[in-house]
T-cell receptor, first 113, second 113 residues
Framework: KAGVTQTPRYLIKTRGQQVTLSCSPISGHRSVSWYQQTPGQGLQFLFEYFSETQRNKGNFPGRFSGRQFSNSRSEMNVSTLELGDSALYLC????????????FGPGTRLTVL | GNSVTQMEGPVTLSEEAFLTINCTYTATGYPSLFWYVQYPGEGLQLLLKATKADDKGSNKGFEATYRKETTSFHLEKGSVQVSDSAVYFCALTGSYNTDKLIFGTGTRLQVFP
């Protein structure tokens, strides 16, 4: 069974631009979560989607948004990029029943110049 | 709210030494507890988990026991290898109807031959 895939793997943008990251979960998984990893703040939860509905949301500004499609694939969007948005963005999927382990993708490394 | 506290790193050991990485948590209800590992340049991999008090999770020689009385989930391995060098994250999910993970800050392990 294929693992979680994320595209692109690396991205360089400039301040003020917007970016869209994509995540394809493990086949059959209905829940997708996104996390931001930075050296200063560690791993922080962005949001969680289940069956196309946002089930949970972290403490990030409205510039960060996401969605999930009917095939469970998910995208996250960051508008008006700031230097502090430079991070590794990790996507994770799980079957969707609560308190399950999550399976992580390799991440998208975003650099904002 | 729910939180996870891990010992600061880096932890530096010689090959075949005994490893302990401390993890304590604060949570309401009955969280599930996890250890994830991150190798350089990669995403997170689930190492082991425990879903109720006194459960012992184990994998690849690593073990951790869910101790509700001390709110701890310490990671141990009897004999580390150079290939175990990585960052280890303790995490929990504690809320109903979500797979959201709350992570500790991570502990870097360096094993020398």
């Amino acid at each position: 069974k294929a693992g979680v895939t994320q595209t692109p793997r690396y991205l360089i943008k400039t301040r003020g631009q917007q970016v869209t990251l994509s995540c394809s979960p493990i086949s059959g998984h209905r829940s997708v979560s996104w996390y931001q990893q930075t050296p200063g703040q560690g791993l922080q939860f962005l949001f969680e989607y289940f069956s196309e509905t946002q089930r949970n949301k972290g403490n990030f500004p409205g510039r960060f948004s996401g969605r999930q499609f009917s095939n469970s694939r998910s995208e996250m969007n960051v508008s008006t990029l700031e230097l502090g948005d430079s991070a590794l963005y990790l996507c994770a999927s799980s079957p969707g029943t609560a308190n399950n382990e999550q399976f992580f993708g390799p991440g998208t490394r975003l650099t904002v110049l | 709210g729910n939180s996870v506290t891990q010992m600061e790193g880096p932890v530096t050991l010689s090959e075949e030494a005994f490893l302990t990485i401390n993890c304590t948590y604060t949570a309401t209800g009955y969280p599930s507890l996890f250890w994830y590992v991150q190798y350089p340049g990669e995403g997170l991999q689930l190492l082991l988990k425990a879903t109720k008090a006194d459960d012992k999770g184990s994998n690849k020689g690593f073990e951790a026991t869910y101790r509700k009385e001390t709110t701890s989930f310490h990671l141990e391995k009897g004999s580390v290898q150079v290939s175990d060098s990585a960052v280890y994250f303790c995490a929990l999910t504690g809320s109903y109807n979500t797979d959201k993970l709350i992570f500790g800050t991570g502990t870097r392990l360096q094993v020398f031959p």
